[in-house]
């Protein structure tokens, strides 16, 4: 059996241990991941019961000390991620409420609505804010919609009719385009003949897009008026391991994927050298000859 307790301890009440910088930020949503994916890891194993206590302060439910009044919120990141149900932000990263400020969107994809939300949390709770992270996920649908268009075109006249669906596939198209030539120069022209070719083209194209979209708003964020700029990272969760990382990116430790998130490259030929990289990682390769 498994429990999830959310438990108030009043000395150590979260309020007092905000992350200090960026760096603090990372490492608390990198360590809450872990948490969240080890208490799962255990599952086959156990036969008793496993508790996991995640810490929370009741002020953020609204229990002040003045009745009726709205506790304040004050978020520690603000979290891009793609609408996915299976996916829920808060959860893997064993967070609790007025921790995250998450803003979800098929494909995790950039637009006006998107970007005004996370405009309006850099202005407005920049005190508490440290950190902008990007979040993609393996077997993404908007990914795959997007890559499904990209191998037979004709597939673009499901989505003729809606211009909003339209717009977040003609994002990601552009990414798997990108996915599709690293592919090939990492294992040649035929590639797109091997068996696994969608599925590989799926994986580096939800990383490549998690990066585009980080590498972008930290350069909106740059250009926001009157604000010291937010380190923006980005990461992508696998459905199957429970863990955010980037694939190629880290080292594994024991036999099992490490938890991290990484800075967006900063330029094309950063860009280039991430795309090589995600498209000759042994699981990549494993992939491409998967039946
Ligand atoms: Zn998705």
């Known amino acids: 059996m498994f429990?999830?307790?959310?438990?108030?301890?009043?000395?150590?009440?979260?309020?007092?241990?905000?992350?200090?910088?960026?760096?603090?930020?990372?490492?608390?949503?990198?360590?809450?991941?872990?948490?969240?994916?080890?208490?799962?890891?255990?599952v086959p194993l156990v036969r008793g019961s496993v508790r996991r206590l995640v810490p929370f302060d009741p002020r953020d439910l609204g229990f002040t000390e003045i009745e009726g009044m709205a506790p304040k919120q004050h978020p520690?990141?603000?979290?891009?991620?793609?609408?996915?149900?299976?996916?829920?932000?808060?959860?893997?990263?064993?967070k609790w409420c007025n921790e995250l400020f998450v803003v979800r969107v098929a494909g995790n994809v950039l637009g006006a609505d998107t970007l005004g939300s996370i405009d309006y949390a850099v202005s407005q709770l920049r005190?508490?804010?440290?950190?902008?992270?990007?979040?993609?996920?393996?077997?993404?649908?908007?990914v795959t919609a997007a890559?499904?268009?990209?191998l037979k075109p004709a597939q673009y006249l499901a989505f003729a009719t809606s211009h909003p669906l339209r717009t977040i596939i003609d994002r990601v198209v552009v990414v798997v385009r990108g996915a599709a030539r690293?592919?090939?120069?990492a294992h040649g022209a035929d590639v797109s003949h091997q068996v696994g070719y969608r599925r590989a083209?799926?994986?580096i194209t939800v990383a490549m897009n998690a990066a585009l979209t980080a590498h972008t708003l930290a350069q909106e964020l740059r250009r926001s008026p009157g604000t010291a700029p937010i380190a923006t990272v980005y990461g992508v969760y696998d459905l199957a391991t429970r863990r955010v990382n980037v694939p190629g990116m880290v080292q594994t430790s024991g036999g099992e994927a490490e938890v991290s998130?990484?800075?967006?490259?900063?330029?094309?030929?950063?860009?280039?050298?991430?795309?090589?990289?995600l498209a000759g990682t042994d699981g990549v390769r494993m992939v491409l000859a998967a039946a």
């Open 261 to 277: 998130l990484q800075a967006p490259p900063a330029d094309i030929d950063a860009f280039a050298a991430l795309a090589r990289r």
């Open 147 to 150: 890559v499904d268009v990209f």
């Open 3 to 42: 429990e999830i307790v959310f438990r108030y301890d009043a000395e150590r009440c979260r309020a007092t241990h905000m992350p200090a910088c960026a760096a603090d930020a990372c490492r608390r949503l990198e360590d809450g991941n872990r948490d969240f994916a080890h208490l799962f890891d255990t």
């Open 201 to 203: 083209l799926i994986e």
């Open 127 to 142: 005190e508490s804010v440290k950190l902008m992270v990007v979040l993609g996920h393996s077997g993404c649908g908007a």
């Open 182 to 185: 690293a592919l090939e120069l």
């Open 76 to 94: 520690f990141a603000i979290v891009l991620g793609c609408s996915d149900a299976r996916v829920p932000t808060e959860l893997i990263f064993n």
